[in-house]
């Protein structure tokens, strides 16, 4: 069973569109994560949730909104798709923040915006 | 901004130990060290952590300085499948998230 998974793999869509990349974990973990990796490969954090809090990097734009239906799952919606929001997303749990086994993070979602 | 120092790269010979340095000089008392490693086209993945004492795991040892301004991941014997950028992360214990810097792209050649 693959521990954190994302769908979909590939993405591709139109400027203006709205898309939506689904992810779920299944370690019973306490908190999830969106992390975005631009085309020069650098790794920034977009979100943390867990039931109690979001935190939200404050250079995320209000396009990019997480919703969370339970425990397990931090899905990452995108409204008004812009050539810039191409990259690969990864999500990510952990328990009591990582602090004994890290972060465990899925394959990641690569979108790319036409 | 990073707390972490990396070489941009790095090659090592297939079977041999690969040394990755990473200087933290301003790191704060409790303030772990944590090395995670993203192979091509894959999610990031966690190695090891320490605070102050070296650490092993199955995939590799940590070497903390006594004065904890640097660290050494160490990979023994060396694959192909080692091939990836290896992040060094200073972070206080569970508090914040995790934030990443540029890495060392290690390339373990034949």
């Known amino acids: 069973d693959t521990a954190v998974s994302q769908t979909p793999k590939y993405l591709v869509t139109q400027m203006g569109n709205d898309k939506s990349i689904k992810c779920e974990q299944n370690l019973g973990h306490d908190t999830m994560y969106w992390y975005k990796q631009d085309s020069k490969k650098f790794l920034k954090i977009m979100f943390s949730?867990?039931?109690?809090?979001?935190?939200i990097n404050e250079t995320v734009p209000n396009r990019f909104s997480p919703k969370s239906p339970d425990k397990a799952h931090l899905n990452l919606h995108i409204n008004s798709l812009e050539l810039g929001d191409s990259a690969v997303y990864f999500c990510?749990?952990?328990?009591?923040?990582?602090?004994?086994?890290?972060?465990?993070f899925g394959s990641g979602t690569r979108l790319t915006v036409v | 901004d990073a707390k972490t120092t990396q070489p941009t790269s790095m090659d090592c010979a297939e079977g041999r130990a690969a040394n990755l340095p990473c200087n933290h000089s301003t790191i704060s008392g409790n303030e772990y060290v944590y090395w995670y490693r993203q192979i091509h086209s894959q999610g990031p993945q966690y190695i090891i952590h320490?605070?102050?004492n070296n650490e092993t795991n199955e995939m590799a040892s940590l070497i903390i300085t006594e004065d904890r301004k640097s660290s050494t991941l160490i990979l023994p014997h060396a694959t192909l499948r080692d091939t990836a950028v290896y992040y060094c992360?200073?972070?206080?214990?569970?508090?914040?998230?995790?934030?990443f810097g540029k890495g060392t792209k290690l390339s373990v050649k034949p």
């Open positions: 949730y867990n039931n109690k809090e979001l935190i």
């Open positions: 320490g605070l102050k």
């Open positions: 992360i200073v972070r206080v214990g569970s508090q914040g998230n995790l934030i």
């Open positions: 990510a749990s952990s328990q009591e923040g990582g602090l004994l086994y890290g972060y465990t």
